[in-house]
């Protein structure tokens, strides 16, 4: 989000918890989200569990969200208008269905609908514990026409994560500060860069 200064837009493929649709939600410019995700059980869950709504402050309930519950594969194949901020959310691949989320079919049809100033994010496993794993989502999202920038931060309860932003531009080697209220991000966000090989 802070890699871009239009927020209007924002679509989240997975997700459905509405952990990253509640940080999404802090930024005051944003007009509309469509939320993808296959599981009904966990979008219901997010919605009426009690200890999954203080987690994710509501954010399934908000009126600026429209919930898709259905293949991301599907959805990002309709017409649709350009965001300006996709984040991918999915589960780790560690078995044939889901690694069928991480391929150059799906990050070529994504870079479609992504702006032309857009930034995307995803997920991309640890790169303490499945480095093979992180560095070929990597270059499965270059493959697919996208400049990329790795980062890593120490997720709560996961250890070290890392995550790809990439965008049709070439990214500078920085990560701007966060402009919303945060937790669990380091304020110096230039460690995010470094990596250990």
Known sequence: MSNTSDHERVLILGGGD?????EVLKYPKLKHVDLVDIDPLVIGLAKTNPKLIT???CSL???RVNIHSEDAKKFILRELQPYKVIIIDFPDPVDP???SLYTIELFSQTAKILSKQGVLV?????????LTVFWS??????MAGLNT????VIVPSFGLWGFHLASHFKLPR?????SVQHQALTSDMRICLLFLR
């Open 174 to 178: 920085i990560i701007p500060s966060i």
């Open 18 to 22: 509405g952990l990253a649709l509640r």
């Open 122 to 130: 995803c997920q991309s496993n640890s790169p303490e514990d499945t």
């Open 137 to 142: 989502i990597g270059k499965t999202i270059n």
């Open 149 to 152: 920038l790795e980062y890593n």
């Open 55 to 57: 987690q994710n402050n």
């Open 97 to 99: 269905v889901i690694s």
């Open 61 to 63: 309930l908000d009126e």
